[in-house]
């Protein structure tokens, strides 16, 4: 799960509890919940898993596909940035991909999906990070993101030029 704030039913369940048991122990302090602009309570995961004494390394990590284009007109590159990274996984031998496709401009970080990958990387949840190229996770301020990626662990992948043999095809950023 992406930094999405979990409804009280929601994280009930992820914990194996009672959502009633979950209200009582945020009325109470013991495991308060955040709030809402209006008021309802939501819960993070990490949150909830640092409560129960759940460590990062017990939480499978994730290994992350981020495509991106920057208006409806380039849609179909997405597909192409897609098969990209696919032959990356099959040549590497890695299964179990997910990925986010997104369209915005590469100078806006307000990108909804892009902000949970970072929440997600600072959180321990990324194992890798592949993109078809540099320029499609951030125009400017890619030096931030990649040291951001190796504090938190995070390998991260990108094709290398367009016009390189197969065997340069691919280079660890």
């Not at 209200?23 to 309570?41: H, I, K, N, Y």
């Not at 409560?51 to 597909?79: E, H, I, M, N, W």
């Not at 909804?112 to 890798?128: Q, Y």
Request: with cysteine.
């Amino acid at each position: 799960m992406l930094h999405e704030g979990l409804t009280t039913g929601q994280a009930a369940k992820y914990i194996s509890w009672h959502p009633k048991t979950l209200q009582a122990m945020d009325r109470a302090g013991v495991l308060p919940a955040r709030r809402t602009a209006s008021g309802r309570r939501y819960w993070l995961q990490p949150d909830l898993d640092r409560y129960l004494g759940r460590t990062a390394a017990k939480r499978p990590r994730r290994t992350v596909c981020y495509c991106r284009v920057s208006s409806q007109a380039q849609r179909p590159d997405l597909k192409n940035q897609r098969r990209i990274v696919e032959e990356f996984a099959i040549a590497k031998g890695i299964a179990n991909l997910e990925f986010i496709e997104e369209i915005g401009g590469g100078l806006n970080f307000k990108r909804p999906k892009f902000t949970a990958l970072v929440d997600s990387v600072v959180a321990d949840e990324v194992a890798m990070l592949v993109v078809a190229h540099k320029d499609r996770l951030a125009r400017f301020g890619f030096e931030l993101l990649q040291h951001l990626c190796r504090k938190h662990g995070v390998s991260c992948w990108c094709s290398t030029r367009r016009r390189s043999p197969p065997s340069k095809k691919w280079c660890r950023i």
